[in-house]
């Protein structure tokens, strides 16, 4: 049984011990080392001793906050951060009400297609596809997530009437394992490693495809992490750690929720090696990057400069996604009022989209409804 203790401290001389924090919402336990004075009273209904060192303590929240400042509060931060990114959980609130609010706020985007097409009209639209999510369906082994035939044909059909970029978090090299359709522009890890189509574009402009890496000086070090990752978490049941070139990815989808506080432990053990990374999360993946100005919504504009757009009022930028990270595209587009987001989402979300569509079914009967408006 967890029990709240109360702690007088009486000496300065301190000594690790291991502190179990309890989480009520999941049942989580987070294992904690902290430094607490050595001489340490303990009073609870019946007197225990003093414990030794690497034996386990347990107290609450507020008293853990008080010995090891934000420590727990970092952990169970990104606990909660994994737990919101599950769309399998939903709030207690009924979820009807809810998304029909969210929808009068993001309505359907094949709803609006008229308008949206209207809103376009002397303009050129500029595609902008995530890849997991968005073109293919979520997947527990992240190595399966193929798109469909039918999908691959309706993006190619699409690159023929407007420029369209793939920009995802996975490796450039992976997802165009994925795609595999040469006439695309590809921005991997987020946006850092950009390249543009090999052939078959009217838009490509010069001789040499387009080709940037925002951090490429980081690259030994995500090696380093990946490996440090990889084997830290290797006894985690169902963790996968995956290398995207320009940031490590641990996926816990397959990771029971009971263990997601003991990972968030393992990942910021590793981070804390590292203060030129930073942590991101997306759905149900913890990623690691490097801490530079750059992300998806940088990607969208470098990309709009590269095709001649970059301060033209006669484009229009379309970006569909379904992750955290296109917020920063979603976020782009809002500002510079050009375009539009569109969010791929069964559950209401807080978005900078304007628009939204259910699953990656939808996005693909919008793209063609884009292809036969513009034959």
Known sequence: MIMNLSYCFVGLTMTQQNVVVSDP????????PVKVPV???VTTATQKPTPG????ITVSRKTLLEINGNNSARINSWVEAMRASSPTHHKSTPLSDDLNSWMVQ?????????????????????MFLDYDGTLSPIVED???AFMSDAMRATVRKLARYFPTAIVSGRCRDKVYSFVRLAELYYAGSHGMD????????????????VLFQAASEFLPMIDEVYKALVDITKSTEGVRVENNKFCASVHFRCVDEKKWGELAQEV????????????????????IRPIIKWDKGKALEFLLESLGYANCTDVFPVDIGDDRTDEDAFKVLSERDQGFGILVSKTPKDTHASYSLQEPSEVMM???RLVEWKK
């Open 142 to 144: 992240p190595d399966q």
């Open 53 to 56: 060192p690497g034996s386990c």
């Open 106 to 126: 993001h309505p359907s985007a094949l709803d609006m297609f008229e308008q949206i097409i209207s809103a376009s009209k002397g303009k050129q639209i500029v």
């Open 194 to 209: 950009i390249k543009g189509p090999s052939k078959g574009s009217k838009y490509k402009k010069g001789a040499q495809t």
């Open 366 to 368: 919008f793209l063609r």
């Open 25 to 32: 919402k999941s049942g989580i336990n987070l294992t904690i």
């Open 268 to 287: 910021r053990s590793v981070l804390d090696e590292y203060p030129k990374l930073r942590l991101t999360q997306g759905r149900k993946v913890l990623e």
């Open 39 to 41: 001489s340490m009273s």
